[in-house]
């Protein structure tokens, strides 16, 4: 079992930046993909970065303006946004995956809302 505790979300002007946080508890040395997806009113969830193995993946429309980090030290994974704009706004979410064996396990953290203002 993985505990994802997401934070750092809220409202922020359009060209702004806000840092998000999720902390990794549990069977954490058992993860070998970390990282954020997104729900925005009326939408799908969708994938905005992930650490895949090592390999760091982008969704398009979010590549040059976010970041995503990891410190190993502190079991946390961390998603810096930068020029935010307004179609951002979303509930964003912490994700993992667990590898055991041959089966994989995926966790969700409760998710965290960011709001971009016009």
């Known amino acids: 079992q993985v505990q994802l505790v997401e934070s750092g979300g809220g409202l922020v002007q359009a060209g702004g930046s806000l840092r998000l946080s999720c902390a990794a508890s549990?069977?954490?040395?058992?993860?070998?993909?970390i990282g954020w997806y997104r729900q925005g009113p009326g939408t799908q969830r969708e994938l905005v970065a992930t650490?895949?193995?090592?390999?760091?993946n982008y969704k398009d429309p979010v590549k040059g303006r976010f970041t995503i980090s990891t410190d190993n030290a502190k079991n946390t994974v961390y998603l810096q946004m930068s020029s935010l704009k307004p179609e951002d706004t979303a509930v964003y979410y912490c994700?993992?995956?667990?590898?055991?064996?041959?089966?994989?396990?995926?966790?969700w953290g409760q998710g965290t809302q960011v709001t971009v203002s016009s």
């Open positions: 650490i895949d193995n090592g390999a760091i």
């Open positions: 549990g069977r954490t040395s058992r993860i070998d993909v």
């Open positions: 994700y993992a995956r667990t590898r055991e064996g041959l089966a994989t396990y995926t966790y």
